[in-house]
């Protein structure tokens, strides 16, 4: 089920459709408008759009950096686990 969401960017507010993939539209939402307030506070962008720009890129660079983490995490699990096989297997 598609819900309305509203968020705040640079004193104006913007509504827009979320679809019920996204589970959780206001925790996105807020991240997106907390990333542009962080992009305005640096002060070193001089338009509206550079600044969405920046805000768009530090989301980038946050999401690969969570998805290397993940990546690592997945291989770190999958060799304890062969260990652990391993080592049932040898004493079964």
Known sequence: MDRLISIELFGQAY????SGQVSQPEEVANYVAGEVEKAVAA?????????VIL????????YFEMRRSRQNLVRDIEK??????EHIDANA
């Not at 002060?43 to 600044?51: A, C, M, R, V």
């Not at 304890?80 to 096989?85: F, H």
């Open 55 to 62: 805000a768009a890129l530090n989301m980038a660079n946050d």
């Open 43 to 51: 002060g070193e962008t001089p338009s509206k759009l550079d600044t």
């Open 80 to 85: 304890r686990c062969k260990i652990l096989i």
């Open 15 to 18: 509504t827009f459709r979320a």
